[in-house]
């Protein structure tokens, strides 16, 4: 069964230019050229991974996005023609999972599309997880369980993108270690790290916001100035 895809964009030639390339990679497209179609789509419809246009006549992809994460937790891919920090920060502390700048190529598109969908299948299928894996810490109240994906905060579930998952997993596999930043995004992302990237510290705020972690004296993530993050 081929993943569906939700692109929207409203410049016809990309989402169609994308629709194309993701077509020929066998994915379900869903394409729309505003918000309000879109959110009914996902609404109706059981969508793998969207790929979002900040800039829309109607809703803009931010608030998209934070419709979707409200029920949802399939990876999101952001779209835009700016490139300041503000704008990516703004996506990934809202839920994106990735983030795009204009004009890309669409063969990187339909790549970090196969990355993300890999991993969120991944962490939503337990078969595919080695046994002989730890599957589960407790850290303090805090419960992290690699087989179910499913995460606990004394008792209450934290609803996790595959991202957040991701991290909180890595952190807690590496527990009164200090992690550094590039070791965090490379070994989540896959990707190489670049200076000033600023994905982790926003997923990292996006984390604590989730676990009610006051940023000053956090509980739990604790941030090692210059260097990375720790769980005791």
């Not at 016809?12 to 959110?39: M, P, S, W």
């Not at 503000?86 to 004009?103: F, H, Q, R, S, V």
């Not at 596999?173 to 600023?198: I, T």
Request: with cysteine.
């Amino acid at each position: 069964m081929s993943e569906k895809i939700l692109v929207v964009d409203d410049e016809r030639e990309i989402a169609d230019l994308l629709e194309v390339y993701l077509k020929n990679e066998n994915y379900t497209v869903y394409k729309f050229y505003n918000g309000a179609d879109a959110l009914k789509c996902v609404e109706e419809t059981e969508i793998d991974l969207a790929i979002l246009d900040i800039m829309l006549p109607d809703i803009d992809g931010f608030r998209i996005c934070q419709k979707i994460r409200e029920k949802f937790y399939f990876p999101v891919i952001m779209l835009t023609a700016k490139v300041e920090d503000g704008e990516k920060i703004m996506g990934l502390t809202i839920g994106a999972d990735d983030y795009i700048t204009k004009p890309f190529n669409p063969l990187e598109v339909v790549a970090r599309v196969k990355t993300q969908l890999r991993r969120y299948q991944r962490y939503n299928n337990p078969a595919q997880i080695q046994p002989a894996e730890k599957s589960e810490y407790d850290i303090r109240g805090l419960i992290i369980n690699k087989d179910s994906h499913k995460c606990f905060l004394f008792g209450k579930e934290l609803q996790l993108t595959p991202i957040e998952f991701s991290i909180l997993w890595y952190l807690c596999e590496h527990q009164g270690k200090v992690v550094p930043s590039e070791e965090l995004f490379e070994a989540v992302w896959k990707e190489k790290y670049l200076n000033n990237n600023n994905t982790v510290m926003a997923h990292i705020g996006r984390l604590r916001e989730k676990m009610n972690e006051p940023a000053k004296k956090p509980k739990f993530i604790k941030t090692v100035w210059g260097v990375g993050y720790e769980i005791e």
